[in-house]
Every structure is written in structure tokens, then in C-alpha cells.
């Protein structure tokens, strides 16, 4: 058996019924399970809403360890168009040649490192800080910066002990309230220094505002990317011809991003609060109760993707929802990108095969439910080309 096989634990669900019952706290969800639906409701947003209370999307749910607005990402139109607007560019950059460039050197560089040394772990060792100094280029700040977010660990909100660690989270919200003071005394070109710029309604952006924004930013993409990071490692363990298929067709390195975030869907669902009675799947939503969209189920719907549970590094047809769907589809979606196609081409120029000495895997508890996500730990050799 593969050792990087993802199984599909919503199958009979999705084809039952099309939603499962997930606990959470006092605060349950039902969990959208088909293609189909999950973009339905996704698109519904007047009446799945993600501006509920903070934290109250999450789920786990996050509404007893914060207070502040994730923004755009927990709010809807018109608000979250004009927000979205402040950003979007900003968040585009990842497109340009020099930012590419200088993603290349960080992970060139970590990859030489792990070819240099026997064995590594690559959770903590490798994915966490790939993952640390590559923001430092989304945020546009100094390379150094990446040490502080790296002692954090893999998750600002979970420790060992604890989905939702309190004391975690206000380490994160003390350190993003000492950031915008020092760039409100002395602005760069940064992230914090262009929002605190940023006109929105008439009016500049709050630091509560600014605060949203960066607590999005840290917390959204950094579990999502090392899980993404962590399960491609052990498939390219699992999978050596792929390294060499990726360097004798780089055009593959294309559909190969889309295809492992499609298999990995690095993040399992996202919640919504119902605005009103109304139903799904003939089953009864009630106002104010909570649905998710199933990401990773959707995303292995046999009705969308032939042979959903494998790996076709060069499937063609991929309407995959990995970054979500519609209004609210993942704003780092294109950084993430650039950093998966930027490490598999890496990868596959100096890499000929990686071994997995041992390994702990992460697997998510939704009730009912069990479903690997990736790894806690992983130690494995790299082979040189
Ligand atoms: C939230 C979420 C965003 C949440 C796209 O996902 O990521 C989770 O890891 C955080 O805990 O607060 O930012």
C-alpha cells in the first residue's frame, strides 16, 4: 500500500445522502459532501453567510479564542468586494518574475540543505520553514522575520495538547498588534504599511481592520501549505517516476499542482451559518445553525473526476474546489501555487528519489469521521540527481 494514500472517508456518505453530521463543541455542522452542492451553497452566500460571529466558520470553531474579523474571509458582500478589492493585487505579486525568482533561491536553498545531510525531519525541519520564509516575500518584509513565525510551530491556534490553544492564539494577536505600531511609526513597502494605507469607505483602515488581515494571512496558509508540502514528499517517495516525468515535461508540473491539491485537499471543509431556514440535500437547515462545505469530499466525487482516488499528475479536466469556491475562494491561492510549482521543479531537477524512514501521520477526528490530513512528523533521505 502507497504510504502517502489519502483515503476518502465521505464516500458512502456522498452517495447515501450528500451531507454527514459533524460535532463540534456545542455548535454542530452539517458537512456538504457533493461537487455539486458544496459549489451550490458556496454560491449562496446571501444565505450561507461567512460574516457571522468570528470564529463561528471555523470548525473547529474559533469563537472562544478570538474576537477579531478575519477579513475579507469572514465577511460578505458589499463589504467583503470593497476589502477584497484592497488586496487583491497585492496578492497577485506572487505572478511576477522576481518574486518567482526569489522563491526559487528560498527553496533551492532548502533543498540543498536536505541533500546535504542524511536524513531530515520534514514537518518542522523543512515544510515549516519553507513555508515561514516564503510569507516573508507575501508579506514583503526581511527574510529574518521567518525565524519568529517558525518557533510558533505548524498551527498559530492548535498546540500538541490542544485543538484550540488560548494562550497560542495570543501570542499571534500580541505580536500582530507590536507589528502595526512599529510600521504605523515607521512605513515600508510591506503588507502592514499598505493596509494601514488603504482607503476604505472614505475613511482609512482600522488596526483592528489591519489586524483581520494579518490574522487571516498567518493563520490561513500555514497548516494548509506544510500539509500540502509534507504529502508531496511522500508521494514522490511513493512515486519516483513522477520526479523524472516533471523534469523531462515541466508542462506537467501544471496540472501535477492542481492534481495534488486535489488529492490532498490540504484543507477538509469550511463552514458556513444559515441566514434562514432553508434545506440541502433534502435535509432541513434551520436558521442560524451551521453547514460546511466539503472540500475534500467534493473534491472526490466520482460524478466530477474519473478514478477520483488517484493521482493522475497530468489530468486535463480539473475543476477541483482545494481553494474553495466563488466570492470567498482563497486569497493566497496564487502564492501557494507558485510555491507548489516552484518545489516540484526544484524537486525534480536535483532530487532522483526521497526515502521515508519513518513517519507519524495527522489524522483530523470529525465524529464519525476519521480523515488523514498529512503528517506530524516524517524523517526521510533525499537522493541526489
Ligand atoms: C482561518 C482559516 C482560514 C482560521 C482558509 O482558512 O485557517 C485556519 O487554519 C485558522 O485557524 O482562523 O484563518
Not at 80 to 97: N, S
Not at 116 to 143: C, D, W, Y
Not at 331 to 347: D, F, N
Not at 359 to 369: F, H, L, Q, S, V
Request: glycine share 4%; hydrophobic share 35%.
Amino acid at each position: 500500500m502507497d504510504k502517502s494514500r489519502i483515503d476518502d472517508p465521505f464516500e458512502q456518505a456522498r452517495k447515501d445522502r450528500g451531507y454527514e453530521h459533524i460535532p463540534d463543541q456545542d455548535d454542530p455542522v452539517v458537512m456538504m459532501l457533493r461537487h455539486k452542492d458544496v459549489r451550490k451553497c458556496a454560491h449562496q452566500w446571501k444565505v450561507f453567510q461567512s460574516g457571522a460571529m468570528p470564529g463561528r466558520i471555523v470548525v473547529p470553531s474559533e469563537v472562544k479564542i478570538r474576537d477579531t474579523r478575519q477579513i475579507p474571509f469572514e465577511v460578505d458582500p458589499p463589504e467583503h468586494t470593497e476589502y477584497r478589492g484592497l488586496v487583491e493585487e497585492w496578492f497577485r505579486r506572487p505572478l511576477q518574475a522576481d518574486y518567482e525568482g526569489q522563491l526559487k533561491m528560498i527553496i533551492d536553498e532548502m533543498i540543498d540543505g536536505v541533500l546535504s545531510t542524511k536524513s531530515v525531519e520534514i514537518v518542522e525541519q523543512f515544510s515549516l520553514p519553507l513555508q515561514s520564509r516564503a510569507l516573508t516575500l507575501l508579506l514583503n518584509i526581511p527574510h529574518e522575520e521567518s525565524e519568529v513565525w517558525i518557533a510558533w510551530g505548524t498551527h498559530v491556534f492548535r498546540s500538541d495538547d490542544s485543538n484550540l490553544d488560548a494562550s497560542k492564539a495570543t501570542i499571534l494577536y500580541d505580536y500582530i498588534d507590536a507589528q502595526i505600531d512599529k510600521y504605523i511609526l515607521s512605513p515600508g513597502e510591506d503588507l502592514y504599511s499598505i493596509l494601514l494605507n488603504s482607503d476604505f469607505q472614505g475613511r482609512k483602515l482600522t488596526k483592528e481592520e489591519v489586524k483581520g488581515v494579518m490574522i487571516l494571512t498567518f493563520a490561513g496558509g500555514r497548516d494548509t501549505i506544510i500539509n500540502y508540502v509534507t504529502n508531496t514528499i511522500t508521494y514522490l517517495a511513493d512515486h519516483p517516476e513522477a520526479l523524472s516525468r516533471m523534469k523531462d515535461d515541466p508542462d506537467v508540473v501544471n496540472t501535477a499542482v492542481e492534481e495534488l491539491v486535489r488529492y490532498f485537499s490540504p484543507l477538509t471543509h469550511m463552514g458556513r451559518v444559515a441566514t434562514e431556514d432553508t434545506e440541502v440535500c433534502e435535509h432541513a437547515i434551520a436558521k442560524d445553525s451551521r453547514i460546511s462545505l466539503g472540500w475534500a469530499s467534493a473534491n472526490r466525487d466520482a460524478s466530477v473526476f474519473e478514478n477520483p482516488n488517484e493521482i493522475m499528475i497530468d489530468r486535463k479536466i480539473n475543476p477541483h474546489v482545494a481553494f474553495g469556491f466563488g466570492i470567498h475562494k482563497c486569497l493566497g491561492a496564487t502564492h501557494a501555487r507558485q510555491l507548489m510549482k516552484v518545489l516540484l521543479k526544484s524537486l525534480s531537477e536535483k532530487v532522483v528519489s526521497i526515502e521515508v524512514n519513518s513517519k507519524k501521520e495527522n489524522i483530523e477526528d470529525w465524529g464519525a469521521i476519521q480523515r488523514k490530513v498529512g503528517y506530524d512528523s516524517i524523517n526521510a533521505t533525499f537522493n541526489k540527481l
